[in-house]
């Protein structure tokens, strides 16, 4: 139809009908309600005729006629006859879609209240605050109900309808498990008609939202959390009765049958999410944070069906080169990269819905649909993700998603197919409810007019859009005066200067004809004249097409691995290596071999000796270079994305849940020959986390990270940090020595219970068993009593000779022995008693004084302790001098005179025994594995660069490859930074430099907070 | 390497006995002393491979040539320390030095006074000359430091102190040379719960903070010009800046504020300006050069600070930035017990570019230039203070630095101290030592 004609369409009767619905529709009460007026009852007969229509994401119906009847779906099809009784509207060239549906909301749920810090400084909240017989940890809120509190908000309905959804689920985003959500339309009637299912899902998360108590307080203390739920759920069930009252357990219970949701917000969250889910028989749907595309692959693997946002960064301003160093590579890669993720995960073929949610304005929801579809997501998918997804993963999709005969009436009518930027979106029907968007009707009066105002003439040109016209009368070809128009179907207001030197207006005020306008208006000096316009022409056709600027799309950069500067699109493969003519550390009996060939094959080393040779090997000239065992750090906290809980005893939290594979930390120690650390907990409790034991394997994922089959590990402390002295406030229990020798005492007196009250279950006959009540499993008490059974080994965080005395003598106590003593600063005083005890050392070089507890810290300690017979190492505990590792071992050399080849096994084959990993590393010797250091120089020398740091025979850090990467990351810059310039010549809104940094953990850390050293 | 150390220990031992305390500070110089025979590294660029280095009544008199030149030592103690390496002692700038004893005992601390505005506040005075860690400084090569206070705006006065003596009058080297500045921050960093990560956003009070400074720096100029006034402490211990006495150490960090913090200071004409803690530096480096404004740089035993950085940039920096020009200097950022890691910095720099003996300066010469008092020390030059130690190698490698005697103007100073004492007390109840 052309403008003309349209313009010349009569006004249809029906639409004047809807339009008078709209204004004078109102809220129906249900039956039971009190009623304050006559009945109005309605049947709400509508039909829909020759639209196209579609029925759902991948069936389109053209010419066809939707009938509504008392808010449902009557029938839809082609050749259906409109019954007499019914509303009609007549939709010839429009579409219809069944209404959006978002799932992850919090649509007429109160906002989360903030809790701000969450640190650890004041005093404690060991004990939940929660009012009533709720769970005993403030962040377990299974017991709340969406349904409870829901309220229409008027607002925020009529911004999500605009958007096209008609119906959502609502989710109060607070605690860990967050109880159930409702699942609810965007009708205005009552509370009670909108909601569709009360109890939708059950839902949980990774933040611990409102709660005030202080545990847990990090990402491993939140798993650990919902672990013990679990099991603590599952241990209640089979109570009766209870042996206390836990609504949140009893909710807890009553929820598992519903779809679990778990809001997990990154793509590291997602594994860790689908983690807890392996563990307990769950399949979560996800919601993820729209960086999935940097690990597609792991995503895929979960197996999960995924709700995820269209949150895109906003562009960065990077017009100051100074600022923009505040921007990092990771930060302009996902700005660019972002829009691309719809696209990667359809490639990948994984289930998907897309939500609102996470977006700072709701009306960048389209756009930023139609960008991931500029990106490469199919049109189909996309519709998908927005109707029938959501509402099969909710189990609703008899209800919404597409329209089939008995569903509810929630659907659009557009101008056209709903991603096209020129589409409008006119009506959205919720259960059968109408609600203009836009009028259909708004007349277009774009074209030529002939204006004539007291018998002269004038060229007016009306162009733009219907409903926000601009206008202007031509002079002539480059000339124009400003005409200031309100143009609405019936009336119009013109306003204009005729001469541009003259401050007087000639004002018009009309109502239109078939063919123009007439009317009335006043002269600059007030004379009343009359006036009328008629159309000549349409407007002269635009060039098309010019602000797509061309349609050659632009490209984007790679994914990376890790998603952080210095990743690389692809990771190191196993080669088979030949260094030859290097002076070879063994770290055996051999010692150092000066002129030595070394061959590394499928990840092992295969030979050392003279003149090797391998006509498969790559050959790596090893002359004046040295060759010795990867450096093994001992205590450390690189690549974990947090470190500390705060339970006196939280050995029930695991370093291995958190492990952060994008920590920048991990390439840096890499460069400095470091092949593998024990990532520990930190030293805020007696008892401390499990341990994570890693091979530093930059660009993997987190679970390839860790080190298959190792022993396990978990962290101990003593002194002034479990004891909080650097918090005056802290109730929290020990606050001295003393105590802090009954919290072992009692951990390990309850894991000797724990473990009799068990094996007494686990010894009764099946009859009786079945009939017996199963004890309670406690991930506390569990892990205590590894360390009793030597299935796990302490590394305990020491300073003073006191309290080094007193876990010995704990642990000879409940007969086992310490592992290792980390830090240990005082050592040297009580090295016999180490050696009778058997415990290892892993102590710092130098450091001394930064607290009274370390005031006679000696730079012979390691010497003293070696030389006493403590199998002594260096360790780091912090991520700078963890890239030196080697230069610390040099100063024992320089203080107490230890040998070169001892001081180097005190980082490499020392740490590699501590941790019972001297069978695979830690030595240069066939058939151990190929982590090995290739050196520029002496490596015990201030003037010594690891050249190669090699892992599993992959070269994971070549000095010369770091050079180009240097360069490559410039330029990658560089390049973002034209786009990111483009962007904000464009106009699209920026933001200025809001860099981010990541931690560099210590042991003290709590959250960041009372960051001292160790 | 066992047997130099612990031979010199115990050598070192005899000469100090028995203490509890402290070591005892050393008596003045009261003969010539000439060493001899050793490589001497002047702190200058130059080397002697053979020299002769000798001083008398704390000062150097006589640095030789030994191969060229013929002189008569009779009127000298002299050492034979052929083979070993002489240098001129480190100086450790932007210290807490004798105000902090234990960091994490509020007692033990004395270098921040409240208010934002102390230059009347004078390091000197907290100076504790008991500390242990000057010990721990001399044993590897490091005989002076600024002690310096820290926070508000202008910080107060910092004085260069010897790594010896009875009292603080007494360990006084450079009495309050310096004023230090802190520049605001134009951005500030914030820990993000939700993240767990530092974001920064702008400083919203930089202007302000700003314009208070220059309030108070021209009302300074202005009170110097006065003839009669009412006495005010903190404008009259401005006044050196004007004349050139004292040396501004401006407190910046990136390339902006250190632009602007240079202007400020040249517009208010302070004659004397040194940038402290400039990491940004090197995106500035040509105007630092052509304002000829020296560098006090953090230890390159350092994180890069940004993600993108090379994972190599601060080990290099201290070699970019000479190399663009600009003369640089290497302090301890970290906790006061690194900074006897001091010499290995360097050595740092030295492993990623920089020439072994322009090293050498950045913990020298180019220190004492950039304290303003290398009219006394930093260089190994007949005149200077006597001002040195002896190393079996190379003190800026962990291999080398081990030193045997060690000089603050010409007094033998004790090499040993508490940790040495506790070495030998626990190496003897294991047997380890005899």
């Known amino acids: 139809m052309t403008i003309t004609n349209y313009m010349k369409m009569k006004k249809s009767k029906v639409v004047m009908i809807l339009a008078l619905l709209f204004c004078g529709w109102t809220a129906r009460a249900q039956e039971t309600f009190p009623r304050n007026d006559v009945k109005d009852a309605r049947a709400g007969l509508y039909a829909f005729t020759n639209a196209t229509i579609v029925v759902d994401y991948q069936t389109s119906i053209q010419n066809a006629t939707l009938l509504v009847k008392n808010g449902k779906v009557e029938q839809v099809g082609t050749n259906i006859t409109v019954p007499k009784g019914y509303t009609s509207v007549d939709l010839k060239g429009k579409y219809i879609y069944p209404s959006l549906v978002d799932i992850y909301t919090n649509y007429g749920l109160s906002e989360v209240e903030r809790v701000r810090g969450g640190g650890f400084g004041g005093v404690e909240q060991i004990e939940s605050k929660t009012k009533g017989a709720y769970n005993a940890n403030q962040a377990i809120r299974s017991h709340y109900n969406a349904a409870d509190e829901f309220t229409m908000n008027s607002k925020v309905a009529d911004e999500m309808r605009k958007l096209g959804f008609g119906a959502v689920m609502t989710v109060k985003q607070d605690g860990l498990a967050r109880g159930t959500s409702s699942f609810v339309t965007l009708a205005e009637r009552s509370d009670n008609n909108a909601m569709l299912k009360q109890k939708a899902a059950a839902n949980y998360s990774l933040t611990k939202g409102s709660s005030t108590q202080n545990y847990p307080s990090s990402m491993m203390g939140y798993i650990a959390v919902l672990r013990q739920t679990y099991l603590d759920a599952e241990w209640f069930a089979g109570q009766n009765p209870r042996p206390f009252a836990d609504q949140s357990l009893e909710a807890w219970i009553q929820s598992q049958k519903l779809p679990q949701i778990f809001d997990a917000s990154t793509w590291m969250n997602i594994l860790r999410a689908d983690k807890i889910g392996d563990e307990f028989g769950v399949q979560y749907v996800i919601k993820g944070g729209g960086d999935e595309y940097k690990r597609i692959n792991e995503i895929k693997a979960t197996n999960a069906n995924l709700i995820i946002p269209v949150n895109y960064p906003e562009a960065y301003d990077v017009e100051d080169p100074f600022d923009a160093e505040r921007v990092s590579l990771a930060e302009m890669k996902h700005w660019e990269l972002a829009p691309t993720n719809l696209a990667a995960l359809e490639k990948a073929g994984i289930n998907f819905s897309i939500t609102t949610n996470g977006l700072k304005k709701l009306s960048d929801f389209i756009p930023n649909v139609r960008k991931a579809i500029e990106n490469g997501l199919s049109e189909t998918t996309a519709l998908k993700a927005l109707t029938s997804t959501p509402a099969q993963l909710l189990k609703v999709d008899d209800q919404v998603g597409s329209l089939k005969k008995g569903m509810l009436a929630n659907f659009i009518v557009t101008s056209g197919k709903i991603f096209d930027e020129k589409t409008t979106f006119f009506q959205n029907w919720v259960q059968g409810q109408p609600f203009e968007l836009k009028s259909m009707d708004t007349r277009d009066f774009s074209g030529n007019y002939n204006l004539t105002i007291n018998g002269k003439s004038y060229n007016l040109e009306v162009s733009g859009e219907a409903g926000s016209h601009k206008s202007k009368i031509k002079v002539n070809d480059t000339t124009s005066i400003d005409v200031t128009g309100i143009f609405s179907n019936d009336l119009i207001t013109l306003s204009f200067k005729p001469e541009k030197k003259n401050p007087e207006s000639i004002r018009l005020s009309g109502w239109s004809d078939a063919n123009g306008w007439k009317g009335k208006g006043q002269l600059g000096d007030g004379t009343w004249i009359t006036w009328n316009s008629s159309r000549t022409a349409d407007l002269a056709a635009k060039s098309p097409a010019k602000q797509n600027g061309g349609d050659k799309k632009e490209e984007v950069g790679k994914v990376i691995y890790p998603f952080v500067a210095h990743g690389t699109p692809s990771l190191p493969v196993a080669e088979t290596m030949l260094i030859k003519n290097a002076t070879v550390w063994t770290n055996e009996a051999d010692g150092i071999l000066p002129n030595t060939d070394i061959l590394i094959k499928d990840g092992k080393i295969l030979k050392i000796g003279k003149d090797l040779a391998d006509p498969a090997a790559k050959v790596i000239d090893g002359t004046g270079k040295h060759l010795t065992a990867g450096i093994i750090d001992e205590h450390s906290h690189v690549g974990a994305a947090s470190i500390n809980d705060v339970a006196s005893n939280s050995g029930m939290v695991r370093i291995g849940d958190n492990i952060d594979a994008e920590a920048i930390n991990v390439y840096r120690a890499l460069a400095g020959g470091v092949v593998a650390v024990q990532v520990l907990h930190g030293s805020a409790n007696p008892i401390g986390g499990q341990s994570a034991l890693i091979k530093l394997r930059w660009g993997e994922s987190p679970e390839n990270y860790k080190i298959q089959g190792a022993d396990g590990f978990i962290k101990f402390a003593l002194g002034e940090n479990v004891k909080r002295t650097g918090n005056p406030a802290s109730i929290r229990f020990p606050q001295t020595r003393m105590g802090v020798e009954q919290v072992f005492v009692d951990a390990f007196t309850n894991a000797r219970e724990y473990e009799k009250k068990w094996s007494a279950y686990n010894s009764l006959p099946a009859k009786e068993k079945a009939l017996a009540l199963k004890p309670r499993r406690d991930l506390v008490d569990e892990t205590m009593l590894e360390i009793l059974n030597k299935k796990r080994f302490i590394s305990c965080h020491s300073y003073v000779q006191s309290e080094i005395n007193m876990l010995m003598k704990v642990a000879e106590r409940f007969n086992f022995r310490i592992n290792t003593f980390t830090h240990i600063l005082e050592g040297y005083k009580v090295a016999d008693k180490m050696a009778q005890h058997g415990v290892a050392a892993s102590t710092f070089s130098d450091w001394w004084n930064y607290k009274w507890e370390v005031r006679y810290a000696i730079p012979y300690n390691a010497a003293i302790m070696h030389r006493a017979g403590v199998l002594t190492a260096i360790n780091s505990d912090d991520a700078e001098m963890g890239r030196r590792l080697n230069q610390e071992a040099a100063k024992s050399v320089k203080y107490a005179g230890i040998s070169e080849e001892d001081a180097l096994k005190m980082v490499t084959l020392n740490p590699a025994k501590m941790l019972h990993l001297d069978n695979q590393m830690g030595s240069v010797k066939a058939g151990k594995s190929a982590d090995v250091v290739l050196w520029t120089d002496h490596p015990l020398s201030v003037y010594a660069k690891a050249e190669k740091t090699i892992i599993d025979g992959k070269v994971y850090f070549d000095i010369e490859k770091d050079k180009q990467n240097n360069k490559d990351i410039e330029v990658d810059r560089a390049r973002i930074i034209q786009k990111l310039k483009n962007a904000k010549k464009s106009g699209v809104p920026t933001q200025r430099g809001e860099s981010r940094s990541q931690l560099d953990f210590h042991c003290d850390d709590v959250l960041g907070f009372e960051k001292t050293e160790d | ?434």
């Open chain 2, 1 to 434: 390497m066992k047997n130099i150390t612990l031979t010199l220990l115990i050598a070192l031992f005899v000469l100090n006995a028995a203490w509890a305390q402290t070591p005892v500070p050393a008596k003045a110089q009261s003969k010539p002393i000439a060493l001899t025979g050793a490589v001497a590294h002047l702190g200058n660029g130059q080397v002697i491979q053979n020299s002769i280095i000798a001083f008398d009544k704390g000062k150097l008199t006589l640095v030789l040539d030994a191969t060229t030149s013929k002189v008569d030592l009779s009127r000298y103690e002299a050492i034979n320390v052929a083979g070993k390496h002489v240098y001129p002692g480190f100086i450790l700038p932007n210290s807490q030095i004798g105000l902090q004893e234990v960091s994490s005992v509020r007692a033990m601390n004395d270098y921040t006074e409240r208010g934002e505005l102390n230059p009347n506040i004078r390091a000197l005075i907290s100076y504790n000359t008991d500390t242990e860690y000057t010990a721990s400084f001399r044993f590897n090569g490091v005989l002076l430091a600024e002690a310096t206070p820290t926070g508000g705006l202008i910080s107060g006065s910092s004085s260069v102190m010897e790594m010896e003596g009875w009292n603080w009058e007494d360990a006084a080297h450079t009495i309050d040379m310096g004023i230090h500045m802190n520049w605001p921050p134009m951005m500030r960093r914030q820990f993000d719960f939700n993240t767990f990560s530092f974001s920064e956003s702008a400083n919203k009070d930089y202007e302000k903070q700003v314009g208070e400074l220059e309030q108070f720096f021209v009302e300074a100029t202005a009170y110097g010009k006065l003839a009669t006034k009412e006495t005010n402490l903190k404008f009259e211990a401005m006044q050196g800046l004007f004349d050139g006495k004292k040396t501004l150490f401006i407190h910046a960090n990136n390339p902006k504020e250190i632009v602007a913090s240079v202007r400020f200071a040249q517009r208010i004409r302070v004659q004397r300006i040194t940038l402290v803690e400039g990491l940004g530096a090197y995106h500035v480096a040509e105007f630092l050069k052509e304002n000829k404004i020296p560098v006090i740089l953090p230890a390159t035993q350092n994180l890069p600070a940004r993600a993108d950085d090379d994972v190599d940039l601060p080990y290099k920096l201290p070699y970019l930035l000479s190399q663009a020009g600009v003369m640089v200097s290497i302090s301890n950022d970290g906790a006061l017990h690194g900074a006897r890691n001091l010499g290995f910095y360097a050595g740092t720099a030295v492993a990623y570019g920089m020439d072994k003996e322009e090293a050498l300066k950045t913990i020298t010469s180019n220190t004492a230039k950039a304290l303003g008092i290398d009219n006394r020390v930093g260089t190994l030059e007949v005149g200077k203070d006597a001002t040195l130690f002896v190393s079996h190698g190379d003190a800026l490698d962990y291999r080398g630095n081990v030193l045997t005697h060690a000089f603050i103007s010409g007094k033998m100073v004790a090499l040993p101290g508490n940790q040495q004492e506790l070495y030998e007390r626990y190496s003897k109840k294991y047997g380890q030592m005899k």
